[in-house]
C-alpha cells in the first residue's frame, strides 16, 4: 500500500517556475515508477510525465518536453514536478501517481493517485 500526498501547488504568472512534491508513504516507493498527470476543468486527466524507480529514465509528453523534469529522491520518498516556463494553458489540478513496475508504462493504469494540487499560471 502506497499513499500519495502532492504539495506546491499555487498561483504563478506565465513564465515562471514551480516546483510540485509528491510525498510517498510505504518502505517500497522505490520500488514504483512514479507518473505525474493534470486535469484542466472540463476536460480529461492527461499524462504529464514519468519517471523509472531508479530515476535514470524519464519520459515526458510532447506539450511539457522541455519546460517541465521529473525528479525523485529516494532517500526521502518523494518525487518532484519541476515546472519552468509555465503557460497559462498548463492550468490544471496535477496529480502524482504510482506503479508497480520498474518503468512507467503509458499503457497500464496507475496503481495508486494522489489527491491532487491546483496549479494555476496567470497571463
Known amino acids: 500500500q502506497v499513499q500519495l500526498v502532492e504539495s506546491g501547488g499555487g498561483l504563478v504568472q506565465a513564465g515562471g517556475s514551480l516546483r510540485l512534491s509528491c510525498a510517498a508513504s510505504?518502505?517500497?516507493?522505490?520500488?514504483?515508477?512514479m507518473g505525474w498527470f493534470r486535469q484542466a476543468p472540463g476536460k480529461e486527466r492527461v499524462f504529464v510525465g514519468s519517471?523509472?524507480?531508479?530515476?535514470?529514465?524519464?519520459y515526458y509528453a510532447g506539450s511539457v518536453k522541455g519546460r517541465f523534469t521529473i525528479p525523485r529522491d529516494n532517500a526521502k520518498h518523494t518525487v518532484y514536478l519541476q515546472m519552468n516556463s509555465l503557460k497559462p494553458e498548463d492550468t490544471a489540478v496535477y496529480y502524482c501517481?504510482?506503479?508497480?513496475?520498474?518503468?512507467?508504462?503509458?499503457?497500464?493504469?496507475?496503481?495508486?493517485w494522489g489527491q491532487g494540487t491546483q496549479v494555476t499560471v496567470s497571463s
Open positions: 501517481a504510482a506503479q508497480s513496475r520498474r518503468v512507467w508504462a503509458t499503457q497500464s493504469l496507475p496503481d495508486y
Open positions: 510505504g518502505r517500497t516507493f522505490t520500488t514504483y515508477a
Open positions: 519517471i523509472s524507480w531508479t530515476g535514470t529514465s524519464t
